[in-house]
């Protein structure tokens, strides 16, 4: 009982630090089903926990249906990314060149959207990748958005 229960909460903390968490903005039907949850595009934020001022948005199509509303469908791999400077930012003083910033499962087995944030150091630019974590047609879906670290002009 014991072990069970100290295995569950591994699980509970490898899921909660390596999933950031992105509040849902809203979604917009895109195709109406008769039965189930419609097809949708859904927004969701998130901001970069370890760069603060900086917000991204993502949108993501999600599939109705039966399957849909159980949670057993495969949402498609299209999804767009938009980050943005939404405050000053604070840059760690040991820059990763690459970290994983937010990764959301997009069907129960194996796929996932996954965003990286990467450093470009000569342009003092920060670069979010968005991939699927799926093969189509022997490459990912993706998607890029950029920041520049640049002096936050709030009022």
């Given at each position: 009982?014991?072990?069970?229960?100290?295995?569950?909460?591994?699980?509970?903390?490898?899921?909660?630090?390596?999933?950031?968490?992105?509040?849902?903005?809203?979604?917009?039907?895109?195709?109406?089903?008769?039965?189930?949850?419609?097809?949708?595009?859904?927004?969701?934020?998130?901001?970069?926990?370890?760069?603060?001022?900086?917000?991204?948005?993502?949108?993501?199509?999600?599939?109705?249906?039966?399957?849909?509303?159980?949670?057993?469908?495969?949402?498609?791999?299209?999804?767009?990314?938009?980050?943005?400077q939404t405050g000053p930012i604070t840059?760690?003083?040991?820059?990763?060149?690459?970290?994983?910033?937010?990764?959301?499962?997009?069907?129960?087995l194996f796929k996932e959207t996954?965003?990286?944030?990467?450093?470009?150091?000569?342009?003092?630019?920060?670069?979010?990748?968005?991939?699927?974590?799926?093969?189509?047609?022997?490459?990912?879906?993706?998607?890029?958005?950029?920041?520049?670290?640049?002096?936050?002009?709030?009022?």
């Open positions: 009982m014991k072990k069970t229960v100290f295995l569950s909460m591994v699980g509970l903390f490898f899921f909660v630090t390596h999933h950031a968490y992105a509040e849902t903005i809203g979604c917009v039907t895109t195709a109406w089903k008769l039965i189930g949850a419609n097809h949708r595009v859904c927004v969701e934020a998130f901001a970069d926990k370890k760069i603060p001022g900086v917000t991204c948005h993502v949108s993501q199509a999600r599939t109705g249906g039966i399957s849909g509303s159980l949670g057993l469908a495969q949402d498609p791999s299209q999804f767009s990314l938009a980050c943005r840059l760690p003083a040991k820059m990763p060149k690459e970290e994983v910033v937010f990764s959301e499962d997009t069907s129960v996954r965003v990286t944030r990467l450093w470009d150091e000569a342009n003092k630019t920060l670069v979010y990748l968005a991939i699927s974590r799926k093969l189509i047609d022997g490459a990912p879906a993706n998607s890029i958005s950029t920041v520049p670290v640049m002096p936050w002009a709030g009022r």
